[in-house]
């Protein structure tokens, strides 16, 4: 047995560009797969290492997403990063995703909680 202990990925590639760090949800249906529901805000719950960029993004068709640059400015706190969705985004799944591309930004994601409301009599 070894008792050394490897560390991959972490810091910068050598040419001294940021890792991007891209961590997505699976895909929801938020409780009723068939129902049709107006999405209207994506809260994010997290904690980073230093203050930067995240990018939060949604798809609703299983590959395109629609993202929002968010600056976080509390460093080692945790804090809720907010993406208000337009009016009338709708759909029946949802995906989250939450990017960086900032150097050495590190976060942790304790939640995700979406607002949605499902339309009435659109199960189609």
């Known amino acids: 047995t070894s008792t050394q202990v490897d560390r991959l990925l972490v810091g910068t590639a050598d040419?001294?560009?940021a890792f991007t760090a891209d961590w997505r949800t699976q895909e929801?249906?938020?409780g009723v797969p068939d129902l049709v529901k107006?999405?209207?805000r994506i809260i994010v719950t997290l904690k980073n290492q230093t203050s930067g960029d995240v990018t939060i993004g949604?798809?609703?068709d299983r590959g395109t997403f629609v993202t929002r640059s968010v600056t976080t400015?509390?460093?080692g706190k945790?804090?809720?990063a907010e993406l208000i969705l337009p009016a009338g985004t709708r759909g029946r799944v949802l995906q989250v995703q939450v990017t960086t591309g900032t150097l050495n930004l590190a976060f942790q994601i304790f939640a995700v909680?979406?607002?949605f409301e499902p339309?009435?009599?659109r199960l189609t």
């Open 15 to 17: 040419n001294g560009v």
């Open 28 to 30: 929801t249906f938020l």
């Open 38 to 40: 107006w999405f209207k």
């Open 58 to 60: 949604y798809s609703l």
């Open 73 to 75: 400015t509390i460093d």
């Open 78 to 80: 945790v804090q809720q």
């Open 113 to 115: 909680s979406v607002d």
């Open 119 to 121: 339309l009435p009599g």
